[in-house]
């Protein structure tokens, strides 16, 4: 059973900047896809960005250029680096962890960001 936890949320500035952590068990999390998911009020949960096993990056149009997600296999943690806020990033975030040899799809129990002034 392989657990997700997510730290980091919290209050950020418009215009500020917040980093996210997603902390995986397990022992090839190297092999892992892990993505970061948003969820607002009332709205459905979506891809925010996602980075693979070979470091390959994915982005949402609505935070490319301000996000920005990463990886550490030695620390078993995948980070989302968040700048330039904006109160329309308000959500909580959700991290996914898929490897599809192993049948895995595990979520995090979610982090609440809340952007204002």
């Known amino acids: 059973q392989v657990q997700v936890v997510e730290s980091g949320g919290g209050l950020g500035q418009p215009g500020g900047s917040l980093r996210l952590s997603c902390s995986a068990s397990?022992?090839?999390?190297?092999?892992?896809?892990v993505a970061w998911y948003r969820q607002a009020p009332g709205k459905e949960r979506d891809l925010v960005a996602s980075?693979?096993?070979?470091?390959?990056?994915n982005y949402a149009d609505s935070v490319r250029g301000r996000f920005t997600i990463s990886r550490d296999n030695a620390k078993r943690t995948v980070y989302l680096q968040m700048n330039g806020l904006k109160p329309e990033d308000t959500a909580v975030y959700y991290c996914?962890?898929?490897?599809?040899?192993?049948?895995?799809?595990?979520w995090g129990q979610g982090t609440l960001v809340t952007v204002s002034s």
């Open positions: 996914n962890v898929k490897e599809a040899r192993l049948g895995l799809d595990t």
């Open positions: 397990g022992r090839v999390f190297s092999m892992y896809h």
């Open positions: 980075i693979d096993a070979g470091g390959r990056r």
